[in-house]
């Protein structure tokens, strides 16, 4: 198996996920048989391939440093929730 | 035991765009909340980032003035934890493959000692949203997202952890306030938080080369704070060690103005971010004639200024530190030094050090709008190199100036300031005060010689400061011993 009990339960952490019992048995093997037919590509020799940083063969696509982006009509309407101006959101302290 | 300090500082500095880094948003300071967002920079599903050109234009800026290797190809990476101040779940910012490595900053400490900083890296990023907690909008159960900074392009200069003391620390940020400065790639407002600063503070018994554990010290918006922050937790983990306690790796936030550092995040929130290469965004080439380019453009240097200020105009050390410490500061002084000519450059330094900073300290204006001009100050300068005015006068002269913006000539003139050259005007003074002043001048007689500085005050009092003191005093002297 290519991921561990463990594994899952940190990564749901991160991910701000609660998961079942069930579920956390369910995706261990799944996200264990993924990475095991990812892990096919190892059998390539790559020692002369150089690491790829983006699937597209371009560099370099920039915009110029002026204010021009579109302003949303509403923001209040696409929040959840707003309030003078503001997003509302549950408290945090920092 | 005899402890000593090992900081590294994190800077980061917010880039002079008009644009945000990835989209086409106002970066500007302000502006009502959520005004200067789009739907780039509030992480709407499917949208895409594209790198704004000048971003890196400025960062090979600095890259350059610090001597940095800028590498040839570098990409951007996602950063990722959960944050309310953060709409996409990560921050765009740069991993394994920073734009610059090294580099190195120059300090001079107060006794005149140079101190070599290096840098570890220099980065780009985007800034987050900003936060706002408890009941200023009138409602304490909830916090408040203002998006206007998430997306404004950020620099993150890291320091190898060269520094040892709290006044290295506050020197090398002020250093690169100038820096930044001079390379008109970021204002410097500490209190708008253009520019920023994390600690790392860690001590070690002196003479031991492994590192101790180290904390973190985040929220120093001044340079004051800077220093008292560290000041104070080299002292916190000082007194721990002492005690037999251990440091615990943890982020301390800097409580102005209570002072003392709070702990922040213990480890069990200890980051795992998850970096991997922004697919959204293609690999950045930097190639030579770019590099040409940038540096075809480049001003002169914060150094280099400071040398030649020491060389040209013959000043110390710390003259041309304080001079050249702001672009405009040098160029004010470089073009009074000019009109006043080369043999007055050190009165001219004194005067621009001294005075010119205090009125624009009482006027709160910067030195491009200082009420009293170059050209005003070094005419003021000739009139007391030529003894038209004494040094003493021309303090009121100066003052008048800076007041009325009126050219020192004619100050001189309209207020009778000239200083008294006539012999026969200051013997009579001198005369009237020796009069009335008889006990005084037998005990003077009687070998009380300290009291010639009574005399002059007299006599400077009775012209009301036009006469030469140096005049007064030589005439006194031979009057009493008569």
Not at chain 2, 77 to 84: C, D, E, L, N, Q
Not at chain 2, 407 to 426: F, K, M
Not at chain 2, 429 to 445: F, G, M, Q
Request: glycine letters at 8%.
């Amino acid at each position: 198996m290519a991921i561990s009990r463990e594994d899952v339960l940190h990564v749901s952490k991160l991910a701000r996920l609660e998961l079942s019992e069930a579920e956390i048995e369910k995706f261990t093997g799944q996200l264990g048989d993924i990475l095991d037919y990812i892990s096919k590509l190892n059998e390539l020799d790559t020692k002369d391939v150089p690491p790829t940083a983006h699937v597209l063969e371009i560099t370099n696509v920039f915009r110029e440093d002026k204010v021009d982006a579109p302003r949303i009509g509403s923001i209040e309407e696409i929040a959840p929730e707003f309030h003078k101006g503001h997003f509302r959101v549950p408290k945090v302290i920092e | 035991m005899d402890f000593e300090t090992i900081i590294g500082l994190e800077v980061h500095a917010q880039l002079k765009t008009h644009s945000k880094i990835f989209c086409g948003s106002s970066a500007a300071f302000g502006g009502a909340p959520n005004e200067h967002t789009c739907t780039v920079d509030l992480g709407l599903p499917g949208v895409l980032p594209v790198l704004n050109r000048q971003v890196v234009e400025f960062t090979i800026r600095i890259g350059l003035a610090v001597g940095a290797k800028i590498v040839p190809s570098c990409r951007f990476a996602r950063k990722h934890y959960f944050y309310p101040d953060l709409p996409k779940g990560y921050q765009i910012s740069q991993y394994e493959q920073p734009i610059c490595e090294g580099g190195e900053i120059h300090i001079f400490l107060k006794n005149g000692e140079e101190r070599i900083i290096n840098l570890t890296r220099i980065h780009m990023e985007e800034d987050a949203g900003k936060l706002i907690h408890g009941d200023e909008i009138g409602d304490a159960s909830h916090s408040f997202v203002d998006l206007n900074r998430a997306g404004v392009p950020l620099l993150e200069i890291v320091s190898e952890p060269d520094l040892r003391t709290a006044e290295e620390a506050e020197t090398y940020l002020r250093k690169l306030h100038t820096l930044v400065r001079y390379l008109d790639i970021c204002d410097g407002n500490m209190q708008e938080g253009s520019l920023r600063c994390d600690a790392n503070i860690s001590i070690r018994p002196r003479g031991t080369d492994n590192f101790g554990e180290k904390v973190e010290i985040k929220n120093m918006n001044s340079f004051r704070n800077l220093r008292r922050a560290i000041e104070y937790e080299e002292e916190r983990q000082r007194a721990t060690l002492e005690a037999g306690g251990q440091i615990i790796q943890e982020t301390r936030l800097w409580d102005d103005p209570s002072g003392p550092t709070q702990p922040m995040r213990t480890k069990e929130y200890a980051h795992d971010y998850r970096y991997f290469p922004d697919p959204d965004l293609v690999p950045l080439q930097i190639g030579k004639k770019w590099l040409n380019e940038v540096r075809r453009k480049m001003p002169e240097l914060p150094d280099d200024k400071r040398e030649r200020f020491q060389k040209e105009y013959k000043l110390p050390l710390y003259d041309a530190e304080v001079l050249t410490a702001e672009r405009d500061l040098a160029d004010y002084f470089e073009k009074a030094a000019g009109a006043a000519g080369a043999d007055y450059a050190k009165l001219v330094s004194n005067w621009v050090m001294g005075d010119v900073l205090r009125v624009l300290n009482e006027k709160k204006a910067d030195i491009e709008n200082c009420p009293v001009t170059a050209d005003h100050l070094a005419k003021m300068i000739g009139l007391i190199g030529d003894g038209t005015i004494s040094g003493k006068i021309a303090k009121s002269v100066f003052d008048i100036m800076a007041d009325t913006g009126k050219d020192p000539e004619t100050i001189v003139e309209e207020q009778g300031l000239r200083q008294i050259t006539d012999t026969g005007a200051i013997e009579q003074a001198v005369a009237d005060v020796l009069s009335t002043n008889p006990k005084e001048t037998e005990r003077y007689k009687g070998g009380e010689k300290k009291l010639i500085g009574f005399f002059v005050g007299q006599v400077m009092k009775a012209t009301q400061g036009k006469a030469n003191p140096q005049a007064v005093q030589e005439m006194l002297r031979e009057k009493l011993s008569g």
